[in-house]
């Protein structure tokens, strides 16, 4: 174990790195991408019902692996459009767009379950006092969704930063990628194995327990 | 508390079952060591065309042939044979577990992991190489790749010396080579970069026939050994004669034809047939 530290050291820290960049930006675009499909989700226009729920219909549990290979396989190298220049670059905006687009779908279901979490009534009054149906959402409804749906989105996050290891079939430059190539290089073990779980652990079991606390002190007394 | 007692044992025992499944595959592993009885397990890819392919409970490629041909020297039959899938991520685990007796898998012998198994042969020098397409004449070794866009698959050692001596590549990295010639063919990337083996075997394809040519301007040297268990002089010695025995009498030629020919793979006849290396 340590000899692997000691000649990947760096380059473990390096890849990690990029794990949580691909987290990060993934996780923002899927948050933004998943609040807007879950308004349209619960608008009174059937259109956007029926776009939302398409969206959420098709992304969610397509595998992440072929959304992943359709974006640079398909998209870029097929059909031409690129994200980048650079190839590598290309892969890794791909990658956080694939992210952002799958997760999103779960996000969308988090954020639902957060509305059902508002009564009715509250809706209603909003709307009788005159609020629009987007200042309804905005100034009534989101603001306790979200501290509903805290404890659900804390784990579509965490699935997420696992997830990313998935981009190791486009890219490599984060984590599984690196695993991949330790493996070629020093041989299948039980260290490298553990270096790499443990580095997820790190990652995850912080924001398991904070996102539990958060939603305990976050969530609308009723 | 009743539902939190059942749930513990369940969850009791399933942990138990799984033991006892490790336990039974454990004892396979071992009989099948022995020589005698039980099936005669042969750690082979899956999905790599020429060399080692399935198709239905078909088994083909130079690997297969040569791997059939040693376990008949041993005195295996072919029915006496069961093909496990070897991963390259996996293939020293499968050895040291003996979950396997020997793997041909285009299974390059190196020092690192001389640490772990042991190799017989080795029965073939193959060499990194490009595949690129047939009516492209740009790309004629890997100096004149400055610029192009070359595709490999992620963390292999292919990709990994690409970047270390062409740092003026741009190097896509996939998963496996069917998507790399898959993005060669539809003109996003210029070159696929590998074994020439692997790369005649695409090329050999059917559906491929025609489109691509490797380039034949090997950059490095990949001996395939066979994997076996770490320390087992006897059996490298059989699989060594084994594999003289098939030289010798013209079927490991043959076996190249009949699997990388049809792309117009020329093997490098200064190092192949290739010498055993002494058994240790």
Same mark, same amino acid.
């Given at each position: 174990m340590g000899d692997i530290l000691s000649t990947y050291g760096p380059d473990i820290l390096r890849a990690f790195w990029w794990t949580i960049k691909l987290?990060?930006?993934?996780?923002?675009?899927?948050?933004?991408?998943?609040?807007?499909?879950?308004?349209?989700?619960?608008?009174p226009v059937a259109v956007m019902r029926f776009i939302g729920t398409s969206y959420v219909n098709i992304f969610r549990n397509t595998p992440l692996t072929l959304l992943m290979v359709m974006s640079v396989l398909g998209i870029t190298y097929i059909l031409g459009v690129s994200l980048s220049q650079d190839i590598?670059?290309?892969?890794?905006?791909?990658?956080?767009?694939?992210?952002?687009?799958?997760?999103?779908?779960?996000?969308?279901?988090?954020?639902?379950?957060?509305?059902?979490?508002?009564p009715a009534?509250? &809706? #209603? @009054? %909003?709307?009788?006092?005159?609020?629009?149906?987007?200042?309804?959402?905005?100034?009534?409804?989101?603001?306790?969704? *979200?501290?509903?749906?805290i404890a659900p989105l804390g784990s579509v996050l965490i699935a997420l930063i696992k997830n990313t290891t998935?981009?190791?079939?486009?890219?490599? &430059? #984060? @984590? %599984?990628?690196?695993?991949?190539?330790?493996i070629?290089?020093?041989?299948?073990?039980?260290?490298?194995?553990?270096? *790499?779980?443990?580095?997820f652990v790190i990652l995850t079991l912080p924001l398991g327990v904070g996102f539990t606390s958060l939603s305990r002190r976050l969530a609308v007394k009723r | 508390m009743k539902i939190r007692q059942i749930g513990a044992l369940a969850a009791a025992s399933v942990l138990a079952l799984s033991l006892a499944a490790c336990g039974d595959s454990a004892k396979d592993g071992g009989s099948g060591g022995g020589g005698g009885g039980g099936s005669f397990k042969i750690g082979i890819k899956f999905d790599q065309p020429g060399l080692g392919l399935k198709e239905g409970n078909d088994y083909t490629g130079f690997d297969v042939d040569v791997a059939k041909y040693v376990a008949k020297e041993l005195g295996h039959d072919e029915g006496d044979i069961q093909w496990v899938q070897a991963p390259s991520a996996q293939r020293e685990t499968l050895l040291k577990t003996g979950q396997v007796n020997m793997i041909l898998a285009t299974y390059s012998i190196t020092d690192k992991r001389k640490a772990d198994v042991s190799f017989a042969g080795p029965y073939f020098i193959a060499g990194q190489d490009l595949l690129v397409r047939a009516d492209d004449s740009s790309i004629t070794g890997p100096d004149s790749l400055?610029?192009?866009?070359?595709?490999?698959?992620?963390?292999s050692t292919s990709a990994q010396k690409v970047k270390d001596k062409y740092p003026g590549v741009q190097l896509q990295e996939f998963g496996t080579y069917s998507e790399c010639v898959a993005a060669l063919v539809a003109k996003g990337v210029d070159a696929l970069t590998t074994d020439n083996t692997i790369l005649a075997g695409y090329a050999a394809q059917d559906q491929y026939k025609g489109k691509l040519k490797v380039v034949g301007k090997p950059f490095s040297e990949e001996r395939y050994g066979v994997g076996i268990k770490k320390g087992d002089v006897e059996l490298c010695k059989k699989i060594d004669d084994a594999l003289t025995k098939?030289?010798?009498?013209?079927?490991?030629?043959?076996?190249?034809?009949?699997?990388?020919?049809?792309?117009?793979?020329?093997?490098d006849k200064a190092l192949n047939p290739p010498k055993p290396d002494p058994c240790s």
């Open positions: 987290s990060f930006f993934g996780g923002l675009g899927a948050l933004v991408l998943g609040t807007i499909a879950a308004v349209m989700r619960v608008s590598t670059q290309n892969a890794i905006r791909w990658a956080i767009v694939v992210i952002a687009v799958y997760h999103g779908a779960f996000v969308c279901e988090a954020i639902r379950s957060g509305v059902n979490t508002v009534g509250q &809706a #209603e @009054a %909003a709307r009788s006092v005159g609020l629009t149906f987007g200042q309804t959402m905005r100034e009534v409804i989101l603001p306790q969704a *979200f501290r509903g749906s998935v981009a190791a079939v486009i890219v490599s &430059a #984060e @984590a %599984a990628s690196l695993m991949q190539k330790i070629e290089n020093e041989g299948g073990s039980f260290a490298i194995f553990a270096i *790499f779980a443990l580095g | 400055t610029g192009k866009k070359l595709c490999s698959v992620t963390g098939m030289v010798d009498s013209g079927e490991w030629q043959k076996a190249v034809d009949a699997n990388l020919g049809p792309a117009g793979f020329q093997v």
